[in-house]
């Protein structure tokens, strides 16, 4: 017969998913992951004026669209619909490019965490995390 | 009169039918203009040739055609006044019967059957006397005391002949006489030369041979005188005679071919009774009266004057019981057509001069109504026929206008048809049959509205002209296509001859064409909810005809609705046009989102997507600028970091 208390394990399995969960998804959830410490793409300031965002580089949670272009040994152009943690809150569609380098295969629908970086007018992905 | 119409509208038929065909004999080459009636047609001549008891009057030439024989009425403005006179005259006053009566007593007085040797100078006195009582009747017209005249002349004639009978007779003993004074007178003579040649033989040459000769000669010469006297005499009455003969065969002629036919007879009837058997054969008017015989071999006579005479009088007695029954029938156009037949034939009877005068009148003012009627068929006057055909039913049912109604209508289209024909010859520009073509429409329907209408812009045309090629070339040389394009049916037909300026119009044309086409599919588009689309055929009509005003006012229709999107798509070509293709790409997609269907964004997209993918790497090695750090102290904002 063990000397602890049932009691503790049944409220203390409970209490440690809970940790566990809190621990783990709760940061996912809240933007964060690889690309957790740059500022969110503001689709809005970039078609306002996108020549104040020249060179910086922006977070952009986004899904896939289309493809717009394709260069061989260079690179593509996707149109991607940011996701907005307001659902009710639409944003329309951008175009960035993905080069070649960024190695990766592209679906309609996919959901990428993207780098981006505001090179002249082009938004150049520098890299990016599948979620 | 039928038929006068039908010829009236004849050139109708030839000018729908486009046929040139020779006029029938006898028609009016003018198409009946002219009040040719029954004897005008074809139809009407072969009734004459071969039916002598078909009657017509032809007005045009002022005859009647009466038993296959031609009767000069004069003139064919007289004879139309005549008839028109007669319908207007008040009836003959005066008891008819009685006249009839009268005439017809002397004709019995003087006939075969009641004149005898013992009646013989006494009915002859008395229907000479009968001749001064009927001419005393207005009817008569006094013609009886002309027959009057003409007895007594014949009467003063035998006195005269019985005169040189006894002068002759005279003279016959007066030569006997000379003659057996001259026997007597050369018998002495020759006895006295006997006895001297007997004297000289025996004792003494012979001396003066004869005595008395001159006295005989004499003798001679006044048997001879006397001689030459008779026979002057002889010659004198022989001529007597036949002056007396043709003048009283020259009067009875005359009668009937006055249509005085009763006078005719009367004359006829003195002239059998005034002239021995001897004289009876005819010597004037016989060519006349074979033409109412069709015998090749006929030799007319005192009894074939006598003979159309009476047929004529039946003819006309028929022919007014004719038309007493049609006016009763209310056949009214029929009863004028008898009438005036029978006026021509019988005009001087006492049966036609008494018929009432109401019933002229009747017939007067349907005379008036056709008269106005031929007039305007004649002057080819076709929009006022049908009114007077109806005008002319009105007053007369059995008048026969739909053959005129349909003439006339078959006239004026193909009138229309040749006016029709000279404008498309006119806008290809060939002059000549053009105007072969209006001068056939004007010939068919003078009065034509089309034709005139026709001829004003025909002469209006080389002004316009003048003023429309520079007023071309100026809008050409502006660009005001619109302009052009709303004249364009006059500068059609000015510019048709000039193939240049005929082409730059076709293009303008086509141009202006296009445009509205587009115009109207944005209309359509916006008006089906579909603002962006209608945008997008406005935007890109835009680029090549900015100056259209009508154009411009439908693109300010519309902005209104598609503010936005056309915010976007003006800003995504500023953008494309700074040299900002990635942002101008951006700017299109978020037009593509509001126009998903949009042609224009499509393109847009994919041709600056791809300018994009190409240039990217450049740009991005370019443009990358080294990360940024606490030192450098540039003004570049730095995004705050989460």
């Known amino acids: 017969m063990s000397k602890i208390n049932p009691l503790f394990f049944a409220l203390g399995i409970p209490v440690v998913v809970i940790f566990i969960l809190v621990a783990v998804v709760v940061p996912r959830m809240g933007g964060g992951g690889k690309f957790a410490d740059l500022t969110p793409f503001s689709a809005e300031s970039y078609r306002k004026d996108w020549a104040t ?79 | 009169m039928r038929n006068l119409f039908l010829s009236c509208f004849g050139w109708c038929a030839m000018a729908v039918l486009g046929v040139a065909q020779a006029p029938p004999p006898g028609a009016s080459v003018s198409g009946g203009g002219g009040g040719d009636f029954k004897s005008s047609t074809a139809e009407g001549g072969a009734d004459r040739i071969f039916n002598v008891n078909s009657d017509s009057v032809d007005m045009e030439n002022g005859t009647m055609q009466w038993k296959g024989s031609t009767m000069n009425l004069g003139n064919s403005r007289a004879v139309r006044a005549r008839f028109e006179r007669y319908l207007a005259a008040p009836a003959d006053a005066g008891d008819l019967k009685r006249y009839i009566a009268m005439m017809e007593q002397i004709n019995a007085l003087l006939s075969p059957a009641n004149i005898n040797q013992e009646n013989y100078y006494r009915n002859q006195q008395e229907a000479f006397n009968l001749l001064f009582k009927a001419a005393e009747f207005d009817v008569d017209a006094n013609n009886c005391l002309t027959i009057a005249t003409q007895v007594q002349k014949i009467w003063t004639m035998k006195s005269e002949f019985r005169q040189i009978e006894i002068t002759k007779n005279q003279l016959e003993t007066l030569r006997k006489v000379q003659e057996g004074i001259i026997v007597n007178r050369a018998d002495m003579i020759e006895e006295a030369n006997d006895a001297r040649s007997q004297v000289a033989t025996k004792a003494k040459p012979l001396g003066k041979s004869s005595s008395g000769t001159t006295e005989l000669a004499y003798k001679v010469k006044d048997e001879a005188r006397t001689q030459a006297e008779i026979l002057a005499k002889n010659a004198e ?226 002004d316009t002209l003048a003023q429309k090629i520079p007023e071309f070339d100026r809008l050409m040389t502006e660009s005001k296509w619109r302009e052009i394009f709303n004249k364009k049916l006059e500068y059609a037909l000015a510019l048709a001859q000039d193939k240049e300026r005929s082409e730059k119009l076709r ?50 229709d519309i902005a209104p609705l598609v503010a936005n999107y056309a915010q976007l798509i003006g800003m995504a070509e500023k953008l494309e046009k700074d040299g900002a293709e990635a942002a101008a790409l951006a700017a299109w997609l978020s037009a593509q989102d509001l126009n998903p269907a949009s042609p224009a964004c499509g393109a847009a997209v994919k041709r600056l997507a791809k300018s994009v993918a190409e240039n990217a790497v450049v740009k991005a090695a370019g443009a990358v600028p080294a990360p940024p750090s606490a030192s450098a102290g540039d003004d570049v904002p730095v995004p705050a970091k989460k």
Not at chain 1, 93 to 109: H, L, N, Q, T
Not at chain 2, 244 to 269: G, P, W
Not at chain 2, 527 to 556: F, G, H, M
Request: overall charge positive; glycine content about 6%; hydrophobic content about 40%.
């Open chain 1, 53 to 131: 965002l020249q060179g910086n580089a922006y977070r952009l949670d986004c899904q896939v669209e289309q493809q717009l272009a394709f260069v061989e040994g260079r690179g593509r152009v996707l149109a991607v619909k940011p996701i907005e943690k307001d659902s009710a809150r639409t944003t329309g569609r951008i175009p960035i490019f993905v080069p070649v380098s960024a190695g990766d295969s592209f679906e309609v629908g996919q959901r990428f965490k993207c780098k981006l970086r505001v090179s002249h007018d082009l938004l150049v992905v520098e890299g990016l995390e599948r979620f």
């Open chain 2, 237 to 462: 009455m022989t001529a007597l005679g036949l002056k007396a003969k043709i003048e009283f065969q020259s009067q009875m002629v005359s009668f009937l071919m006055a249509r005085r036919y009763r006078h005719s007879m009367i004359t006829s009837a003195f002239y059998r009774v005034l002239f021995k058997g001897g004289s009876q054969n005819i010597v004037v008017g016989a060519k006349e009266v074979k033409e109412f015989f069709p015998i090749s071999d006929f030799v007319p006579t005192l009894e074939s004057f006598d003979m159309l005479s009476r047929e004529a009088i039946k003819d006309v007695s028929k022919g007014m019981l004719t038309v007493d029954d049609l006016v009763k029938q209310g056949e009214l156009y029929s009863a004028f057509e008898r009438l005036q037949e029978t006026f021509f034939l019988g005009e001087f009877e006492p049966v036609v001069m008494a018929y009432p005068q109401e019933k002229k009148r009747e017939m007067l003012m349907l005379w008036k109504d056709l008269r106005e009627l031929q007039r305007l068929g004649d002057e080819h006057d076709l929009a006022n026929v049908e009114g007077y055909v109806n005008k002319v039913r009105g007053r007369a049912r059995d008048f026969p206008g739909a053959p005129i109604l349909s003439k006339v209508t078959n006239a004026m289209n193909a009138s229309n048809m040749s006016l029709l024909s000279a404008k498309s010859a006119a806008i290809t520009g060939d002059t000549a049959k053009a105007e072969a073509a209006l001068e056939r429409a004007a010939k068919i329907w003078p009065q034509n509205p089309g034709v005139k209408e026709f001829a004003i812009q025909v002469v209006n045309r080389q």
């Open chain 2, 507 to 556: 293009k303008v044309v086509n141009r202006v064409g296009e445009l509205d086409a587009n115009i109207q599919k944005a209309n359509m588009l916006a008006s089906q909810n579909n603002p962006y689309l209608a945008w997008d055929v406005i935007v890109e009509t835009y680029k090549n005809e900015s100056d259209d005003l009508v154009l411009a006012k439908t693109r300010s």
